[in-house]
T-cell receptor, first 114, second 110 residues
Framework: GAGVSQSPRYKVTKRGQDVALRCDPI?????LYWYRQALGQGPEFLTY????????KSGLPNDRFSAERPEGSISTLTIQRTEQRDSAMYRC????????????FGSGTQLSVL | DAKTTQPPSMDCAEGRAANLPCNHS???????VYWYRQIHSQGPQYIIH???NNETNEMASLIITEDRKSSTLILPHATLRDTAVYYC???????????FGQGTELSVKP
Protein backbone atom coordinates (compact mmCIF):
# COMPACT_ATOMS: atom_id res chain seq x y z
CA GLY A 1 0.00 0.00 0.00
CA ALA A 2 0.89 3.65 -0.15
CA GLY A 3 1.39 4.08 3.56
CA VAL A 4 1.71 2.26 6.87
CA SER A 5 -1.54 0.46 7.59
CA GLN A 6 -2.72 -0.43 11.09
CA SER A 7 -5.70 -2.46 12.16
CA PRO A 8 -8.05 -2.32 13.82
CA ARG A 9 -8.49 1.45 13.93
CA TYR A 10 -10.32 1.16 17.24
CA LYS A 11 -10.29 -1.68 19.74
CA VAL A 12 -12.42 -1.87 22.85
CA THR A 13 -11.76 -4.75 25.18
CA LYS A 14 -12.46 -5.84 28.70
CA ARG A 15 -9.81 -5.93 31.37
CA GLY A 16 -8.03 -9.27 31.39
CA GLN A 17 -8.52 -10.02 27.70
CA ASP A 18 -5.65 -10.40 25.23
CA VAL A 19 -5.44 -8.10 22.21
CA ALA A 20 -3.40 -8.24 19.01
CA LEU A 21 -2.65 -5.11 17.04
CA ARG A 22 -1.49 -5.38 13.45
CA CYS A 23 0.89 -3.24 11.43
CA ASP A 24 1.49 -3.53 7.69
CA PRO A 25 4.52 -1.39 6.81
CA ILE A 26 5.30 0.32 3.54
CA UNK A 27 6.43 -2.26 1.01
CA UNK A 28 10.19 -2.70 1.03
CA UNK A 29 10.73 -1.01 4.36
CA UNK A 30 13.24 -2.91 6.44
CA UNK A 31 12.68 -1.28 9.83
CA LEU A 32 9.44 -1.33 11.79
CA TYR A 33 8.75 0.50 15.04
CA TRP A 34 6.03 0.38 17.67
CA TYR A 35 5.09 3.35 19.83
CA ARG A 36 2.26 4.13 22.18
CA GLN A 37 0.91 7.56 22.91
CA ALA A 38 -1.20 8.76 25.79
CA LEU A 39 -3.41 11.79 25.32
CA GLY A 40 -1.38 14.98 25.45
CA GLN A 41 1.95 13.17 25.53
CA GLY A 42 4.62 12.48 22.96
CA PRO A 43 4.95 9.01 21.44
CA GLU A 44 6.65 6.51 23.75
CA PHE A 45 9.01 3.99 22.11
CA LEU A 46 8.15 0.33 22.64
CA THR A 47 10.23 -1.81 20.28
CA TYR A 48 11.64 -2.04 16.78
CA UNK A 49 12.64 -4.61 14.16
CA UNK A 50 15.06 -4.81 11.30
CA UNK A 51 13.64 -7.43 8.97
CA UNK A 52 12.36 -10.15 11.30
CA UNK A 53 14.89 -9.50 14.04
CA UNK A 54 13.78 -7.60 17.09
CA UNK A 55 16.59 -5.11 17.60
CA UNK A 56 15.44 -3.27 20.68
CA LYS A 57 12.60 -4.08 23.05
CA SER A 58 13.73 -1.86 25.87
CA GLY A 59 10.51 0.17 25.78
CA LEU A 60 8.11 -2.70 26.36
CA PRO A 61 6.59 -1.90 29.78
CA ASN A 62 6.42 -5.47 31.11
CA ASP A 63 6.19 -9.07 30.03
CA ARG A 64 2.52 -8.75 29.08
CA PHE A 65 3.68 -6.90 25.98
CA SER A 66 5.29 -8.73 23.08
CA ALA A 67 5.82 -8.14 19.39
CA GLU A 68 6.77 -10.23 16.42
CA ARG A 69 7.51 -9.79 12.75
CA PRO A 70 8.03 -13.38 11.58
CA GLU A 71 8.51 -12.80 7.85
CA GLY A 72 10.05 -9.36 8.03
CA SER A 73 6.92 -7.59 6.85
CA ILE A 74 3.69 -7.49 8.87
CA SER A 75 4.09 -7.12 12.62
CA THR A 76 1.81 -7.90 15.52
CA LEU A 77 1.92 -6.27 18.94
CA THR A 78 0.23 -8.45 21.53
CA ILE A 79 -0.89 -7.34 24.96
CA GLN A 80 -1.90 -10.14 27.31
CA ARG A 81 -4.24 -9.74 30.27
CA THR A 82 -4.98 -6.14 29.40
CA GLU A 83 -5.31 -3.53 32.13
CA GLN A 84 -7.00 -0.14 32.08
CA ARG A 85 -3.60 1.59 32.11
CA ASP A 86 -2.88 -0.01 28.71
CA SER A 87 -5.47 2.27 27.12
CA ALA A 88 -3.68 4.48 24.60
CA MET A 89 -3.06 5.09 20.92
CA TYR A 90 -0.65 2.49 19.56
CA ARG A 91 1.31 3.68 16.55
CA CYS A 92 3.45 1.79 14.09
CA UNK A 93 6.11 3.30 11.86
CA UNK A 94 8.41 1.98 9.18
CA UNK A 95 11.53 3.15 7.40
CA UNK A 96 13.76 2.00 4.58
CA UNK A 97 16.21 1.02 7.25
CA UNK A 98 19.30 3.06 6.62
CA UNK A 99 20.55 4.90 9.67
CA UNK A 100 19.46 8.29 8.44
CA UNK A 101 16.13 7.32 6.99
CA UNK A 102 12.94 8.99 8.15
CA UNK A 103 10.11 7.13 9.80
CA UNK A 104 6.63 7.02 8.29
CA PHE A 105 3.85 6.61 10.82
CA GLY A 106 0.50 4.91 10.49
CA SER A 107 -2.81 6.27 11.74
CA GLY A 108 -2.64 4.15 14.85
CA THR A 109 -4.92 1.83 16.82
CA GLN A 110 -6.86 3.42 19.64
CA LEU A 111 -7.09 0.84 22.41
CA SER A 112 -9.63 1.23 25.20
CA VAL A 113 -9.60 -1.23 28.07
CA LEU A 114 -12.78 -1.17 30.13
CA ASP B 1 20.48 9.20 23.31
CA ALA B 2 20.93 12.87 24.17
CA LYS B 3 18.02 14.70 25.74
CA THR B 4 16.41 17.75 24.15
CA THR B 5 14.70 20.76 25.73
CA GLN B 6 11.98 22.72 23.98
CA PRO B 7 9.55 25.43 25.10
CA PRO B 8 6.14 23.88 25.73
CA SER B 9 4.25 26.31 23.53
CA MET B 10 4.66 29.16 21.06
CA ASP B 11 2.41 31.42 19.01
CA CYS B 12 3.07 32.73 15.54
CA ALA B 13 1.12 35.07 13.26
CA GLU B 14 0.01 33.64 9.95
CA GLY B 15 2.43 34.53 7.15
CA ARG B 16 5.30 35.24 9.53
CA ALA B 17 8.29 33.03 10.13
CA ALA B 18 8.03 30.56 12.99
CA ASN B 19 11.33 29.94 14.77
CA LEU B 20 11.26 26.93 17.07
CA PRO B 21 14.28 26.50 19.35
CA CYS B 22 15.75 23.31 20.75
CA ASN B 23 18.57 22.72 23.19
CA HIS B 24 20.58 19.52 22.98
CA SER B 25 23.69 20.38 24.96
CA UNK B 26 24.69 16.74 25.53
CA UNK B 27 24.58 15.76 21.87
CA UNK B 28 27.47 13.61 20.76
CA UNK B 29 29.35 13.67 17.50
CA UNK B 30 27.50 10.69 16.06
CA UNK B 31 23.99 12.01 16.64
CA UNK B 32 21.70 13.71 14.15
CA VAL B 33 19.11 16.34 15.00
CA TYR B 34 15.66 15.42 13.70
CA TRP B 35 12.43 17.39 13.65
CA TYR B 36 8.99 15.83 13.41
CA ARG B 37 5.57 17.37 13.83
CA GLN B 38 2.20 15.95 14.84
CA ILE B 39 -0.97 17.60 13.66
CA HIS B 40 -3.96 16.98 15.90
CA SER B 41 -4.50 13.21 16.18
CA GLN B 42 -2.44 12.20 13.14
CA GLY B 43 0.82 10.24 13.30
CA PRO B 44 4.08 12.19 13.54
CA GLN B 45 5.39 13.53 10.23
CA TYR B 46 9.08 13.92 9.36
CA ILE B 47 10.17 17.49 8.63
CA ILE B 48 13.94 17.65 8.36
CA HIS B 49 17.18 16.44 9.90
CA UNK B 50 20.85 17.48 10.01
CA UNK B 51 24.21 16.60 11.48
CA UNK B 52 26.18 19.85 11.59
CA ASN B 53 25.43 21.83 8.46
CA ASN B 54 22.32 23.91 8.02
CA GLU B 55 19.65 22.17 5.98
CA THR B 56 16.69 23.34 3.92
CA ASN B 57 13.88 21.49 2.21
CA GLU B 58 10.42 22.30 0.91
CA MET B 59 8.98 22.31 4.41
CA ALA B 60 11.49 24.10 6.59
CA SER B 61 15.05 25.14 7.36
CA LEU B 62 17.21 23.76 10.15
CA ILE B 63 19.90 25.91 11.68
CA ILE B 64 22.40 24.10 13.92
CA THR B 65 24.85 26.12 16.01
CA GLU B 66 28.54 25.56 15.43
CA ASP B 67 28.95 23.76 18.76
CA ARG B 68 25.86 21.66 17.90
CA LYS B 69 24.37 22.28 21.33
CA SER B 70 21.23 23.90 19.98
CA SER B 71 19.22 24.24 16.83
CA THR B 72 16.30 26.18 15.39
CA LEU B 73 13.60 24.97 13.07
CA ILE B 74 12.33 27.73 10.79
CA LEU B 75 8.99 27.65 9.01
CA PRO B 76 9.48 30.66 6.70
CA HIS B 77 5.82 31.57 6.11
CA ALA B 78 3.64 29.86 8.70
CA THR B 79 0.08 28.96 7.75
CA LEU B 80 -2.84 27.85 9.90
CA ARG B 81 -2.14 24.29 8.77
CA ASP B 82 1.25 24.44 10.49
CA THR B 83 -0.47 24.43 13.88
CA ALA B 84 0.92 21.27 15.47
CA VAL B 85 3.23 19.86 18.12
CA TYR B 86 6.84 20.01 16.94
CA TYR B 87 9.36 17.50 18.28
CA CYS B 88 13.12 17.95 18.27
CA UNK B 89 14.93 14.61 18.59
CA UNK B 90 18.55 13.54 18.57
CA UNK B 91 19.29 10.14 17.14
CA UNK B 92 22.41 8.10 16.63
CA UNK B 93 23.84 7.97 13.13
CA UNK B 94 23.63 4.21 13.56
CA UNK B 95 19.87 4.52 13.44
CA UNK B 96 17.48 2.84 15.79
CA UNK B 97 14.72 4.28 17.89
CA UNK B 98 13.53 7.88 17.98
CA UNK B 99 12.86 9.13 21.48
CA PHE B 100 10.15 11.81 21.53
CA GLY B 101 9.95 14.39 24.29
CA GLN B 102 7.02 16.70 25.01
CA GLY B 103 7.63 18.94 22.03
CA THR B 104 6.53 22.52 21.36
CA GLU B 105 2.89 23.20 20.64
CA LEU B 106 2.89 25.81 17.90
CA SER B 107 -0.29 27.81 17.37
CA VAL B 108 -0.46 29.81 14.16
CA LYS B 109 -3.02 32.57 14.51
CA PRO B 110 -4.76 34.60 11.78
Amino acid sequence: GAGVSQSPRYKVTKRGQDVALRCDPISGHVSLYWYRQALGQGPEFLTYFNYEAQQDKSGLPNDRFSAERPEGSISTLTIQRTEQRDSAMYRCASSLGAEYEKLFFGSGTQLSVL
Amino acid sequence: DAKTTQPPSMDCAEGRAANLPCNHSTISGNEYVYWYRQIHSQGPQYIIHGLKNNETNEMASLIITEDRKSSTLILPHATLRDTAVYYCIVRSTEGGKLIFGQGTELSVKP
